[in-house]
Structure formats: C-alpha cells, structure tokens
C-alpha cells in the first residue's frame, strides 16, 4: 500500500484507530506532522496524546487505518529501518544498572549495526556529537544512576540523536523536571527544529510552554484532533474551555509574544462550608 496522502508529510496517520484491549482510545483520526515542526500535542490528561505518540512510532498497531512514514506504511519496514528514520525518546526510561553516560548514548548507533559493520569511526563520530549537542560531553564517563533527572533527561535525549534521525518523537520529555531543566530541555528540542532542519513530535502538559516552543500545536478530546495549526491561531479562550474545561484568558507572553493561558480567579472552596458538610460525621475507624 503506498502513500496517497495529498500533502506528502513524511510522517502522517490516516483513520487510525489505537486502543488497549477492548477499550478503544482514538477513533478514525488522521493526522499529519509538517516536515521541519515542533509539533506539540496538547489535551487533557486520558485524551489520547502519548496513544497517538505510540501509535505513530509503531509501539501500537492501529486496529484500523494506517500509518505512513516516507511514502510506505510504517509496518513494511523492519524495525531497524524504522529506527534509522525515526527516533523516539519514551516517557519511562530505564537504564541498566552500572552503565556510564557515553555507553548508553553509545547504544543509538544499535540501528546502524550489521553483521559485517560492527563499530565504526562514523559511530564514534555521532556519539561524540551527541554528546555535544545536549552539554553532557563532561559527564560521558559518569554514571547514569548518579545524575540528577535533568541532566538524565539530557542522556536519554543524546541516545536519541545519536541515531542520527531527522524525526525525533517525545513523550513527555519534561515530566519530574523543575522548570529551569524543562526550559533547557524545550530550547535544547527547539534548536534542533530551527537550526539542524529536525522534525520534532512532543507531548507536553504544560499549555504555555508548549505555545511558546510550537510551531505547529496538534489539540486533542477525548481521542479526537479538535484543532491545530500555529499556537496563535489554535490556543484561544474557547478552545481551552473545550478542550480543558477552563475559564481563562489568553494574553500575549511578555517574554517571547507566544499565547499565555491565564486562569481565571476562582473564589478558594473552603472545606465544611455547606450544611451538608458541616453536619458530616466521619465514618469510626
């Protein structure tokens, strides 16, 4: 079955259908990734963002639909050549105990191994470069078990582009960092984007920093794309509330001109102020 998407994307999905089990998750939907984005899929949690991820890096087989990766479905390929085109970095990462930084970046050039090839001076060269790219050349001889979870973070995204893939997919790249190492690792993705001509696929919870790192936004409902485009044109007052339930208002960020999603003051609930409440016994231990 070949590509006869009309845009020609080099990574797109067309009427996919991803589930676990016998619940059902996204239904019918299509999607295509502009080549040279940061794209960022944004929702409520339980809407479908890391299932469409998984779904587009093949971890999940679509039930129905397809999809596409370089003009073939992405299920023709062998997973090694999937691995040379795509790079994913998972939400979950696990690193054997005892390993040292520059070994598991190491492990990125798995894809271009062969029988007869084993390690050559252009492996060297990607990971050196890796390593470089991310700030981490320091920690190369380091144990990964003793770094803190920003500059793991930063290991794990050096293993990625060791592949030396143009397409570069994020679950949640900045989950359990403080927000000095979230921006770092949002402008360290972002210069891959604008100065290296790299297509990036993020999911983030953070609305505002992901307008403010977007090119493209992608937002989902309950396992629909609902809109997207360009963070300006896509995160407005109404499809936050639709999207995420929330009254608010969206200004222009101060510091870079994206959208800044401002909620709206709520009066604090305090607890045991109903009747209801007041007259409430707690259950006996």
């Avoid at 999809?67 to 073939?72: A, Q």
């Avoid at 990036?200 to 403010?212: G, I």
Wanted: some cysteine.
């Amino acid at each position: 079955m070949k590509d006869r998407h009309v845009n020609g994307q080099r990574l797109h999905a067309q009427g996919i259908t991803l589930g676990y089990d016998a619940r059902t998750i996204t239904d019918d939907l299509s999607v295509a990734i502009p080549d040279g984005s940061f794209t960022v899929i944004v929702g409520a949690n339980g809407c479908g963002k890391s299932t469409l991820l998984r779904g587009l890096a093949r971890l999940l087989r679509p039930r129905s639909g397809s999809v596409f990766l370089d003009g073939e479905l992405i299920t023709a390929y062998p997973t090694k050549e999937v691995a040379r085109r795509l790079g994913l970095l998972p939400q979950v990462q696990v690193a054997p105990e005892g390993i040292t930084v520059v070994d598991l970046v190491s492990r990125g050039r798995f894809p271009h191994q062969k029988l007869l090839r084993q390690w050559a001076r252009e492996d060297e060269t990607a990971v050196v470069e890796a390593l470089a790219a991310t700030g981490i050349t320091d920690l190369a001889p380091r144990f990964v078990d003793e770094l803190s979870g920003g500059q793991r973070q930063r290991v794990w995204l050096a293993m990625a582009l060791a592949q030396q893939t143009e397409i570069l997919l994020l679950d949640e790249p900045t989950t359990y960092l403080d927000i000095a190492h979230q921006v770092d690792v949002l402008d360290l993705c972002a210069g891959l984007q604008a100065h290296r001509g790299y297509t990036l696929v993020a999911v983030l919870h953070d609305l505002n920093m992901a307008c403010r790192y977007a090119t493209h936004i992608v937002a989902m409902k309950d396992g629909a794309v609902v809109a997207e485009g360009h963070p300006s044109d896509v995160i407005t007052e109404s499809l936050v509330r639709e999207v995420f339930g929330l009254e608010c208002r969206v200004i222009d960020d101060p510091e870079s001109g994206t959208p800044l999603v401002v909620p709206k003051h709520r009066p604090v609930r305090v607890t045991g102020s109903t009747d209801e409440e007041k007259n409430h016994v707690p259950a006996q231990a």
